[in-house]
């Protein structure tokens, strides 16, 4: 197992469990959505159970058109919400006001997506009806 030690993990082990390259990984970490916790003595990057979590919203948002700014921006203000801090009431106002924006964008993508995959499943069973008739265009 590439598990280091019960809270790290290898970047390997990452990748499979988020289903990401190990490029993608690094992609994001170079882009500053996501940092190894820590690296080992041979300087390998180390993630923990709250990386995973962070790179699976990375994942989830990515397929929904977000640029990888707006990942940022959402992943900063889910931080700032996080962090135990006190926060003005202003200050938590525009934090949740910043992650309702992202929900409600979310949400309509979800919707398209739906419209596609109704799209895609009718074209599916059109030709699915096509060949159990073998062919023929007449029913």
Not at 41 to 59: H, K, P, Q, S
Not at 69 to 96: C, H, I, N, P, Q
């Amino acid at each position: 197992m590439s598990t280091v030690s019960c809270e790290h993990m290898q970047i390997g082990e990452v990748a499979a469990r988020t289903e990401l390259s190990l490029r993608t990984i690094r992609h994001y970490e170079e882009s500053g959505l996501v940092a190894p916790s820590a690296r080992s003595r041979g300087g390998f990057r180390l993630y923990t159970e709250a990386d995973v979590a962070r790179l699976m919203v990375i994942r989830r948002m990515k397929p929904l058109g977000f640029t990888l700014d707006e990942m940022r921006d959402l992943l900063e203000a889910v931080d700032r919400l996080d962090a135990g801090k006190e926060l003005s009431a202003d200050e938590r106002d525009e934090l949740l006001e910043r992650v309702r924006t992202y929900e409600r964008a979310a949400s309509e993508q979800v919707a398209k997506v739906r419209v596609q995959l109704a799209r895609a499943e009718e074209f599916a069973l059109t030709l699915r009806t096509r060949l159990d008739r073998g062919g023929s265009p007449e029913a």
